[in-house]
């Protein structure tokens, strides 16, 4: 699976919109964007996923770009809540004999301050 | 979304003993489930992936004598650290996948060996 770049850390002010950068640049044409959030000391959350377009759902949106090198996933509205480690991860779809698993990088330790 | 529990959400066990952890999705039938391993401040470590009614794959430098993997049925995984020792204490996480593409988490086992 192709690897993914994300910063280690960000800050956010309650009530602003949060921006997590993800670059994939080896990203393959059959490779989803998928993310997810980890609050400390459960499992991983699923946040939103994408193949080309930018897709929103009740928790988020995602933007991937044109060339599908890099995405953002944007939280409108930061909570304190909100506070945990996100994963930009890509991933094979169907269509192959990959089992489509999930390889997780160190992701962005999103903090969410009043 | 879709529900996946694990069961103990805590074990403490000594030294030498086998323990055993549940994966179980309650409101899909799970093709596919994954198991991981997570060490305090790092990110998940994929330990292997079990279908449903054959052999589970593992990850390379996983052993697979150590960390046996079950998944006899389409609602439950199981996870079994033989002869447990002090470096395995760990938080172990199960994730499943229907027939759609979306992955999802159990809230984690914490293994404590005394």
């Known amino acids: 699976d192709a690897k993914t770049t994300q910063p280690p850390s960000m800050d956010c002010a309650e009530g602003r919109a949060a921006n997590l950068p993800c670059n994939h640049s080896?990203?393959?044409?059959?490779?989803?964007v998928y993310w997810y959030r980890q609050i400390h000391s459960q499992g991983p959350q699923y946040i939103i996923h994408g193949l080309k377009n930018n897709e929103t759902n009740e928790m988020a949106s995602l933007i991937i770009t044109e060339d599908r090198k890099s995405s953002t996933l944007i939280l409108p509205h930061a909570t304190l809540r909100d506070t945990a480690v996100y994963y930009c991860i890509v991933r094979v779809g169907s269509g192959s004999s990959n089992t489509g698993k999930l390889i997780f990088g160190q992701g962005t330790t999103l903090q969410v301050k009043p | 979304g879709a529900v996946v529990s694990q069961h103990p959400s805590r074990v403490i066990c000594k030294s030498g003993t086998s323990v055993k952890i549940e994966c179980r999705s309650l409101?899909?039938?799970?093709?596919?489930m994954f198991w991981y391993r997570q060490f305090p401040k790092q990110s998940l470590m994929l330990m292997a992936t079990?279908?449903?009614?054959?052999?589970?794959?593992?990850e390379q430098g996983v052993e697979k004598d150590k960390f046996l993997i079950n998944h006899a049925s389409l609602t439950l995984s199981t996870l079994t650290v033989t002869s447990a020792h002090p470096e395995d204490s760990s938080f172990y996480i199960c994730?499943?996948?229907?027939?759609?593409?979306?992955?999802?988490f159990g809230e984690g086992s914490w293994l404590t060996v005394v």
């Open positions: 994730s499943a996948r229907g027939v759609g593409l979306t992955i999802y």
């Open positions: 079990s279908n449903e009614g054959s052999k589970a794959t593992y």
């Open positions: 409101d899909f039938q799970a093709t596919t």
């Open positions: 080896t990203i393959s044409g059959n490779e989803y």
